[in-house]
T-cell receptor, first 114, second 110 residues
Framework: DSGVTQTPKHLITATGQRVTLRCSPRSGDLSVYWYQQSLDQGLQFLIQYYNGEERAKGNILERFSAQQFPDLHSELNLSSLELGDSALYFC?????????????FGPGTRLLVL | GENVEQHPSTLSVQEGDSAVIKCTYSDSASNYFPWYKQELGKRPQLIIDIRSNVGEKKDQRIAVTLNKTAKHFSLHITETQPEDSAVYFCAASLDTKYIFGTGTRLKVLA
């Protein structure tokens, strides 16, 4: 157990809908990262938050947004869902935001868009 | 843009043999290189990492080597066991984010 928690574990929804994925970082970690992993694919970096502020952006679609709250948990919002958005969504956390920080991954949320 | 190439994409070895996975990164500013193991449907788990000021690091049966000049790093697993079967991802840290390789599916045959 990495100490990073994610809810829900599974999510099934329909095209056009909106969902929210939640992540709680390890105690003491200030940075949260979101990744998307499609079937049999690698991990695509979406976005990073550090202490409540957006720090880095990757290949995140405009239909997707995220935020980090004062208690440091983070939410990833996916809207106007398409079939291709079906994937495993992982969050990871690290103590700070340095380039040599180890990231610890949560168990992931499996999203299925029908 | 930043890129990490990982080879091979699949690797089958006999139990007890060694396995080597290689990664090449494009940005010389990368300074941290973690390796993750991911079992089917599970989260990636850190198994070993190396920083740019170190050439080699070992942890029991696992070792990682880094060649900054050539911009490549490798994972070595010795005396492989069936429980080593998984997908392995390398990553290169650039600024604040990781760039992951495409993964290597390792199968250890009993």
């Amino acid at each position: 157990d990495s100490g990073v928690t994610q809810t829900p574990k599974h999510l099934i929804t329909a095209t056009g809908q909106r969902v929210t994925l939640r992540c709680s970082p390890r105690s003491g970690d200030l940075s949260v990262y979101w990744y998307q992993q499609s079937l049999d694919q690698g991990l695509q970096f979406l976005i990073q938050y550090y202490n409540g502020e957006e720090r880095a952006k990757g290949n995140i679609l405009e239909r997707f947004s995220a935020q980090q709250f004062p208690d440091l948990h983070s939410e990833l919002n996916l809207s106007s869902l398409e079939l291709g958005d079906s994937a495993l969504y992982f969050c990871a956390s690290s103590v700070s935001s340095g380039s040599q920080e180890t990231q610890y991954f949560g168990p992931g949320t499996r999203l299925l868009v029908l | 843009g930043e890129n990490v190439e990982q080879h091979p994409s699949t690797l089958s070895v006999q139990e007890g043999d060694s396995a080597v996975i290689k990664c090449t990164y494009s940005d010389s500013a990368s300074n941290y290189f973690p390796w993750y193991k991911q079992e089917l449907g599970k989260r990636p788990q850190l198994i070993i990492d190396i920083r740019s000021n170190v050439g080699e690091k070992k942890d029991q049966r696992i070792a990682v080597t880094l060649n900054k000049t050539a911009k490549h790093f490798s994972l070595h697993i010795t005396e492989t066991q069936p429980e080593d079967s998984a997908v392995y991802f390398c990553a290169a840290s650039l600024d604040t984010k990781y760039i992951f390789g495409t993964g290597t599916r390792l199968k250890v045959l009993a």
